[in-house]
């Protein structure tokens, strides 16, 4: 104690102190005060960051990670983030708080998740950073996932919004480390990220493909129901886009394609879709067509077909019957080469004289994608007459009258041509 006193300059008391910490538990109470007074106070509330560097450092790694076994230590460890943003602002605070960070060993830092501020996304940072010096000592896989589990227990998990930050700190981790990830992990983790999805779709989904990786095909299924009730449900502003997502993936995977209910669920959000985003929503409805049971998909083309009319009547958009046409092209094999009676009353009147060119144009080129082999009367004649003009409009009636006569043809002729 007399030699740590007499030494004024930090990294001159180090070598006194070293074993005074070292002995710390064997040591009489009022000796374990008077260390502790030594130092503690530099450590709470670091006022010279540099000196308690050179202190630290002189210490070497042993010392510091005996430092990090005493709870009050913990605290002042704790308590050091918030002095550190009074004093140096919260801008510059987290380079001052790792340099502090990195006198210590990895392990007894990942052990101790009480030092990290809970109230400082910033701090809350840093242990993935800490993280990453422990694989690299070669810290066991194990033991960091467990402490990841922890971190994210403690700190994320229902306060994604507030330090999503830490999270994507942990994200990252998680793609440099594969092995870090569990199933138990990696479903904390997307619990997470459905939490916070809607501030970048493109990121999070990415996130959750990735964390889906390791998912069996029961939690792929909650992750799934998770993302419809916290976003699609409640209609959270980027749910189009959310849905849009969704139906790639699961109709990309075989197992979820086959749930009927998941499948009739985003349809029926596709649908609904449709009222508000159509092009989006036309993406997502011929996606999910080839896993639609056929009883449903009857009901779900029945339905089509009254909205196309409806919107016909109320004077359309070609915008907004859009993803009811790109269904019905999906689905044209269920036609079986005609049109419903709903469908041709739609197309033909929206080859009247009262539709715009690119209207009428339009509908000519969703009857091609039909690969119709014949078309009523009611429709015959306007394209008839729309065959005779010139320009695109004319063009598109002369090919869709080019490939019905070619589908007309018997195969021998078609095949002596």
């Keep these: 104690m007399e030699q740590v006193n007499a030494h004024a300059p930090f990294p001159e008391k180090a070598a006194w102190l070293a074993p005074l910490i070292l002995l710390h538990g064997a ?30 450092t002189g210490l070497g790694p042993v010392v510091c990670a005996s430092i990090l076994t005493m709870p009050d230590n913990i605290k002042a460890m704790h308590d050091q983030a918030a002095r550190l943003e009074a004093r140096f602002t919260a801008a510059q605070a987290p380079a001052h708080r790792e340099r502090i960070l990195d006198c210590f060993p990895p392990e007894p830092l990942l052990k101790n998740l009480g030092l990290f501020d809970e109230e400082r996304t910033w701090d809350l940072v840093l242990f993935s950073k800490v993280l990453a010096r422990g694989k690299k000592d070669n810290i066991a896989s194990e033991t960091l996932r467990n ?26 981790a998680s793609k440099d480390f594969p092995e870090l ?3 138990q992990l990696a479903r904390a983790l997307a619990q997470c990220c459905v939490g916070v999805v809607g501030t970048n779709v493109e990121k999070y989904i990415a996130d959750l493909r990735f964390l889906g990786t390791r998912l069996s095909t029961e939690n792929r299924l909650w992750l799934a129901n998770e993302l419809i009730n916290s976003i699609l449900k409640p209609r959270q502003p980027q749910w189009v886009q959310v849905l849009q997502k969704m139906t790639e993936d699961v109709t990309a995977d075989q197992a979820l394609s086959m749930d009927k209910l998941l499948v009739e669920n985003l349809n029926d959000y596709a649908f609904e879709a449709a009222r508000v985003s159509p092009h989006e929503a036309a993406t997502s409805l011929t996606n999910l ?3 639609l049971p056929a009883d ?22 070609v915008s907004k019957i859009e993803p009811y046409l790109a269904l019905f092209t999906a689905a044209r094999s269920h036609f079986g080469g005609t049109l419903p009676e ?76």
């Design 181 to 183: 990830l569990d199933e």
């Design 296 to 317: 449903y998909l009857q009901r779900k083309l029945d339905e089509a077909q009254d909205r196309v009319l409806a919107l016909e009547a109320a004077g359309p958009s």
């Design 289 to 291: 067509f080839p896993h």
């Design 147 to 172: 402490r990841t589990a922890e971190f994210i227990a403690q700190f994320v998990s229902g306060k994604s919004s507030v330090h999503i930050d830490a999270l994507d700190g942990v994200l990252a």
């Design 342 to 417: 709903k469908l041709q009353t739609f197309c033909s009147r929206m080859l009247g004289t009262a539709k715009t060119d690119e209207e009428k144009k339009t509908i000519l080129d969703f009857l091609n994608s039909l690969e119709l082999t014949q078309l009523s009367p009611t429709i015959q004649e306007p394209v008839a007459e729309l065959a005779s003009a010139a320009g695109a409009l004319g063009d598109a009636a002369r090919i869709l009258q080019g490939s019905m006569n070619a589908r007309d043809e018997p195969p021998a002729t078609r095949d002596q041509d």
């Design 27 to 56: 040591l009489p109470s009022d000796l374990r005060s008077a260390v502790d007074a030594l130092y503690r106070g530099l450590l709470a509330d670091p006022a010279d960051v540099n000196s308690l560097w050179q202190l630290l």
